[in-house]
């Protein structure tokens, strides 16, 4: 059974940071490609940022290039998301994604997600 765990929200100001951990069970992690996407309220889930397999290759929404940074340890499971010089408008629920290409379709899981509140 594939479980994505996400941790490490909470409520911080403007101007600060948090870092979200995802770990992982139930998979052959270092086969995954990670992401992070975040759903405001009333709004649709949106991409911020995802790594390949090895790590070597990462992209980010352009709302959050240059502030936040996605990384992965395979040897721990787990893949991150620093968040830094966050504003009010970075609150959401992120979410953890885990997706590879198997057969020709794509597998993904999510995780349950974790709120991140930021006050001006």
């Known amino acids: 059974q594939v479980q994505l765990v996400e941790s490490g929200g909470g409520l911080v100001q403007a101007g600060g940071s948090l870092r979200l951990s995802c770990a992982a069970s139930?998979?052959?992690?270092?086969?995954?490609?990670m992401g992070w996407f975040r759903q405001a309220p009333g709004k649709e889930r949106e991409f911020v940022a995802t790594?390949?397999?090895?790590?070597?290759?990462?992209y980010y929404a352009d709302s959050v290039k240059g502030r936040f940074t996605i990384s992965r340890d395979n040897a721990k499971n787990t893949a991150y998301l620093q968040m830094n010089s966050l504003k009010p408008e970075d609150t959401a629920v992120y979410y953890c994604?885990?997706?590879?290409?198997?057969?020709?379709?794509?597998?993904?899981?999510w995780g349950q997600g974790t709120q991140v509140t930021v006050s001006s």
């Open positions: 994604n885990a997706r590879r290409l198997q057969v020709g379709v794509w597998q993904d899981y």
């Open positions: 139930g998979l052959t992690f270092s086969s995954y490609a």
């Open positions: 790594i390949m397999w090895s790590g070597d290759s990462t």
